[in-house]
T-cell receptor
Framework: DSGVTQTPKHLITATGQRVTLRCSPRSGDLSVYWYQQSLDQGLQFLIQYYNGEERAKGNILERFSAQQFPDLHSELNLSSLELGDSALYFC??????????????FGSGTRLTVV | AQSVTQLGSHVSVSEGALVLLRCNYSSSVPPYLFWYVQYPNQGLQLLLKYTTGATLVKGINGFEAEFKKSETSFHLTKPSAHMSDAAEYFCAVKGTGKLIFGQGTTLQVKP
C-alpha cells in the first residue's frame, strides 16, 4: 500500500457521460498530480494541485477538470466522454510544490473504459 | 524543456543475466532523475532517484543507476535478473511542476 488511495479501481461508462475520479494523497503530502496512461500516449501529465491551488497544467482537455479540497483529497472530473478517453488514470502525491528532488508516490490507478 | 528517451521498448534477458535499461535525458538545468517500476495492474513504484551528490545511486531490489552528465544518461542496471523483475520500467526527469516520463521499457525475464 503506497498510501495514495484512488477510487474507484474500475469504471465502465458510455460515451457522452461524466465521471469523477477520486484521490486521497499520502499523509503529509500537499501536492496531488494527475496522469493519464494509455498505450499510444504513454504517461501524460494532466494537472497538479498544491495545497488547494492549481500549480501546473499539462495536456489536459477542456472537457476535463480537477480540484483539490481543504482536506487535500482531489477529484478529476471527465465529461462528454469519448472512446479515446479510455485509459488508466493515476494520481500521485508529494510533499513539495514544484521544487526539489522529491519523488512522487503513486496510487494504483483508476481504469476507465468508455463504451 | 526537459525530456527523457528510453532506448528500447522491450528488453529480454535470461534469469541471472545482467539487466541494462537505457535512459537519456535532456535538460537545460541540473536534472533530478528517477526510475520507476510498474508491475501489471499496479501503480508506479519509485526504484531510485538522483538529485545531487554521488553519481552512482542505489535503489530497491538490487537496482542501481549511474548519472553521467557528459553522456546525458541515467541507465538502470542490475547484476543478476530475477523472474520477479519482469515489469515495465520508466525513466523520468523533473520538469517544472511535474515529472516527465519516458515511454517505458518492458523487461522480460526468461527462465
Amino acid at each position: 500500500d503506497s498510501g495514495v488511495t484512488q477510487t474507484p479501481k474500475h469504471l465502465i461508462t458510455a460515451t457522452g457521460q461524466r465521471v469523477t475520479l477520486r484521490c486521497s494523497p499520502r499523509s503529509g503530502d500537499l501536492s496531488v498530480y494527475w496522469y493519464q496512461q494509455s498505450l499510444d500516449q504513454g504517461l501524460q501529465f494532466l494537472i497538479q494541485y498544491y495545497n488547494g491551488e492549481e500549480r501546473a497544467k499539462g495536456n489536459i482537455l477542456e472537457r476535463f477538470s480537477a480540484q483539490q479540497f481543504p482536506d487535500l483529497h482531489s477529484e478529476l472530473n471527465l465529461s462528454s466522454l469519448e472512446l479515446g478517453d479510455s485509459a488508466l488514470y493515476f494520481c500521485a502525491s508529494s510533499v513539495a510544490g514544484t521544487g526539489g528532488g522529491y519523488g512522487y508516490t503513486f496510487g494504483s490507478g483508476t481504469r476507465l473504459t468508455v463504451v | 524543456a526537459q525530456s527523457v528517451t528510453q532506448l528500447g521498448s522491450h528488453v529480454s534477458v535470461s534469469e541471472g543475466a545482467l539487466v541494462l535499461l537505457r535512459c537519456n535525458y535532456s535538460s537545460s538545468v541540473p536534472p533530478y532523475l528517477f526510475w520507476y517500476v510498474q508491475y501489471p495492474n499496479q501503480g508506479l513504484q519509485l526504484l531510485l532517484k538522483y538529485t545531487t551528490g554521488a553519481t552512482l545511486v542505489k535503489g530497491i531490489n538490487g537496482f542501481e543507476a549511474e548519472f553521467k552528465k557528459s553522456e546525458t544518461s541515467f541507465h538502470l542496471t542490475k547484476p543478476s535478473a530475477h523472474m520477479s523483475d519482469a515489469a515495465e520500467y520508466f525513466c523520468a526527469v523533473k520538469g517544472t511542476g511535474k515529472l516527465i516520463f519516458g515511454q517505458g521499457t518492458t523487461l522480460q525475464v526468461k527462465p
